[in-house]
């Protein structure tokens, strides 16, 4: 089975405060994917990384910045959390093939104090 | 920049009812459809996926969705729902762009509550 592993599953962090979300993929998958999801918004695409130190903002990459200096491991930093950074992130891995399904990490809980 | 619409934020149905969640998309050159559903307390998983060929896509669950490529359409559809399809569910579109595989966008998602 395919595995995406989240570091962490709840933080709590201060305003200001630098923070690292750690993906893991075991499926040598290409393309790796950072989404926030809030209610009523969906799952918003912050980053997107389609190779080995190759990457592509989305939608809302502001107050974020990534990192993919191997293939299995994505990582999402905030480098000063703000308050309405607060949500659930999720990592998501696929194949280098388009029509490939997304395989899910369970999620990061960020809440920003 | 593509964007997905999702129309319904809220559906409430009783069993047996019939389900159609409308879902639209901007972007004019080739895309890759998908509905990913995600159960109380779930990841999210794939439902279904349009890539070519016949619109109407059949998925799990009975589920099937129908792509009309004149309306930037891709709505689901199932016949009679059951309390377990108690779910939210995401519309997604790939556009694929020049040198990569392209990025996969979301739709607001749409909460289904099934009534027993």
């Known amino acids: 089975d395919v595995k995406v592993t989240q570091s962490s599953r709840y933080l709590v962090k201060r305003t200001g405060e630098k923070v690292f979300l750690e993906c893991v993929q075991d499926?040598?998958?290409?393309?790796m994917f950072w989404y926030r999801q809030d209610p009523g918004l969906g799952l918003r695409l912050i980053y997107f990384s389609y190779d080995v130190k190759m990457k592509e903002k989305g939608d809302i990459p502001e107050g974020y910045s990534v990192s993919r200096e191997k293939k299995e491991r994505f990582s999402l930093i905030l480098e000063s959390a703000s308050t309405n950074q607060t949500s659930m992130y999720l990592c998501a891995s696929r194949a280098q093939d388009p029509t490939g399904e997304l395989f899910f990490g369970e999620g990061s809980r960020l809440t920003v104090l | 920049a593509q964007s997905v619409s999702q129309h319904n934020h809220h559906v409430i149905l009783s069993e047996a009812a019939s389900l159609e969640l409308g879902c639209n998309y901007s972007?004019?050159?080739?895309?890759?459809l998908f509905w990913y559903v995600q159960y109380p307390g779930q990841h999210l998983q794939l439902l279904l996926k349009y890539f070519s060929g016949d619109p109407l896509v059949k998925g799990i669950k009975g589920f099937e969705a129908e792509f009309i490529k004149s309306k930037f359409s891709f709505n689901l559809r199932k016949p009679s729902v059951q309390w377990s399809d108690t779910a939210e569910y995401f519309c997604a579109v790939n556009a694929r762009n020049i040198g990569n595989t392209g990025k996969l966008i979301f739709g607001q998602g749409t909460t289904l509550q099934v009534k027993p």
């Open positions: 972007y004019g050159g080739t895309v890759n």
């Open positions: 499926m040598d998958h290409e393309n």
